[in-house]
């Protein structure tokens, strides 16, 4: 792995900011130029003291890597911090850094995180989500929800336009809003060694007026404005869409799109030959400059309703192969909706601008408007004809093209995925047991790794950290020495309830309060990576604490673990971000919760619904041990 490469692999895969009840919105005013006071009121990211993190690293340490490991590594800790050390000298980089710059960790976030990451966007970092399944089964249901769609976006839009978006709060604590500017007009340009990411509205002069659809591998501008600036209405766009879907009617189109998903080198550099043709880099730039992506699938092999989830799942991650819907992608769009003709509905987005919260904030408007908005036939103009855009493909695109199919259908042969729905109940439980149930969750699944596996790994969970100006993520450890201490119990004849019960309490307590050091900005992670770059900038070779077998484990995150809450019933899926590893996304809902768990197939020590099954049974028997334990004794 490269210096940087655990990096992209332990990137913070997508998790929700807004836990109803803590994010609470509140209305604004109409004022233009609100959003910038408010991003001015916002604090710094803060640098936690350097003694703080290397205790807490050497904490985190304890329940991963064994006790020699943990000697060696608590040695290197004490040079790397000792007075007048290298850690020091390190710690007053960032400490000035932190000073000048609007936010110390940002850029090199983006950077490191997401640009200078190489492996493909499809499943390696993209997110997808999976809507409730709608009604339709034809063309008609499908065009008739992607006009509706479109039209709550152009909603959701208005608000970003006028800057009158509810601002967030955590923890009764204003949040960052940049990322909902971030995500439409936006897309990934790829790059040789190094991608960027380019936004296409934000003080422009003329930002795009126009999305792009995609049907049948086929690509067409559509302008979602009238002439006088309003947007078209549900019916307009209807009788659009209908325009397009019957000029694209062919099914044998070269996947074009299906580039977007290979390696960002070797897409880099088709993108450069590809691009080299007048009209190909027109239709390149149309796509890349619009506002977001509908993508019109084609209906996916049919499997029984225990299934349906799974299968959306892989469609809304990849799209199924080269034979299915792989090809009638944009991957490196920020945005791109999903409708398919058999009512599978869902979005993938292209991480590197937002994480999930504005994403989800956008689909619950959209999922509502959705439901109330009914199409109205009112007398109007003709509009033109959607510009169906062309593509010069030389025999070498061709190669290229025939390369991304090849490898996007080893990777989706290779993708081991479990969408579930957890039944047996919801946030309700833990929280009458007065306990987080984010932190119970958390608890479950190392309960669950634990028995699968019989150790403890280390494990991600995201945290917000946008209380901060352009804050974006840290790690929670889950991997605690409480939670080692329950899991080891839990299944130990030998114990009393009421001591398990006590273990799991003390537990969920120490998870909880992670969660609230991480996203007050004094977690450990993002800390130690910005110590890393700043040895990268400032001396010649790496201090020892990163170079220590220690810290490589603590960053294989074989657990990669996201909440995503939304008020649609959805969920979140994403994939795995170590080869041996499980990728978890979940959105609790006050009596169920939705699980969406992957590994890949060429790992033969995991298995997707091995394991969405051992989650179950954790939280489960979690569940009876509570019951069983009358209150008195907790
Ligand atoms: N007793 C009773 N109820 C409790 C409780 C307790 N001890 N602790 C929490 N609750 C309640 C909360 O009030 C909340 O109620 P609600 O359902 O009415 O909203 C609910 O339980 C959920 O709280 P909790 O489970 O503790 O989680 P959270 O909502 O605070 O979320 C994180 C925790 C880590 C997910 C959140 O802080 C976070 O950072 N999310 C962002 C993740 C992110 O940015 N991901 C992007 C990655 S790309």
Partial sequence: ?????????????????????????????????????????????????????????????????????????????????????????????????????????????????????????????????????????????????????????????????????????????????????????????????????????????????HITVVHNYQFFVLDVYNSDGTPLTVDQLYIQLEKIWNSSLQTNKEPIGILTSNHRNSWGKAYANLIKDKTNKESVRAIQKSIFTVCLDAPMPRVSDEMYRTRAAVQMLHGGGSRWNSGNRWFDKTLQFIIGED???????????????????????????????????????????????????????????????QNMNIMVHDLDMKAIVFPHFGKNVPKSYKMSPDAFIQVGLQLAYYRTYKRCCATYESASLRMFKLGRTDTIRSATSDSANFVKAMDDPIKQNSEKVALLEKAVKAHRAY????????????????????????????????????????????????????????????????????????????????????????????NAARMAQALEDALVDMKTLLDQTPKAKL
């Avoid at 997401?114 to 249901?141: A, K, N, T």
């Avoid at 439901?371 to 070498?396: D, G, Y």
């Fill in 1 to 209: 792995m490269t210096v940087l490469g655990f990096l992209a692999r332990t990137m913070g895969k997508t998790g929700m900011v807004k836990p109803s009840s803590l994010v609470k919105p509140v209305a604004l005013t109409r004022i233009p130029g609100r959003y910038l006071a408010h991003q001015e009121s916002l604090p710094k990211l803060p640098v936690p003291p350097l003694k703080q993190t290397c205790d807490r690293y050497l904490a985190a340490l304890e329940p991963i890597v064994d006790s020699e490991m943990l000697k060696h590594t608590q040695e290197l800790v004490m040079v790397f911090q000792a007075q007048g050390g290298v850690g020091e000298r390190l710690q007053k980089g960032l400490e000035h850094r932190a000073r000048k710059t609007e936010n110390w960790l940002s850029d090199w976030w983006l950077q490191t995180a997401y640009l200078d990451y190489r492996l493909p966007v499809v499943i390696h970092s993209s997110p997808g989500v999976v809507l409730p399944r709608l009604e339709f089964s034809d063309r008609q249901g499908q065009i008739r929800y992607a006009a509706k769609l479109i039209a709550g976006v152009l909603d959701f839009k208005s608000m970003i336009d006028n800057e009158t978006l509810p601002v967030e709060y955590l923890g009764g604590k204003m949040l960052c809003m940049n990322q909902y500017y971030q995500v439409l007009s936006s897309c990934r340009i790829p790059g040789i060694k190094s991608d960027s990411v380019v936004n296409y509205a934000l003080n422009k002069k003329r930002p795009p007026s």
């Fill in 343 to 405: 009512g599978t509905c869902g979005v993938i987005y292209e991480h590197a601008p937002a994480e999930g919260p504005p994403i989800v904030a956008l689909i619950d408007h959209v999922v509502e408007y959705t439901k109330k908005s009914e199409m109205v036939r009112t007398p109007m103009v003709p509009l033109p004809m959607p510009q169906k855009l062309r593509f010069n493909i030389t025999p070498e695109i061709k190669r290229d093209i025939e390369e991304a199919k």
């Fill in 515 to 606: 969660t609230d050091m991480a996203i007050r900005g004094q977690a450990i992670d993002r800390h130690l990576l910005g110590l890393k770059l700043q040895a990268i900038e400032d001396l010649s070779a790496l201090p020892d604490i990163f170079m220590d077998t220690s810290y490589a484990v603590a960053n294989h995150y074989n657990l990669s673990t996201s909440q995503v809450p939304a008020k649609t019933d959805c969920v979140m899926c994403f994939g795995p971000v170590v080869p041996d590893g499980y990728g978890v996304c979940y959105n609790p809902m006050e009596e169920h919760i939705n699980f969406a768990v992957s590994a890949f197939n060429s790992c033969a020590d995991t």
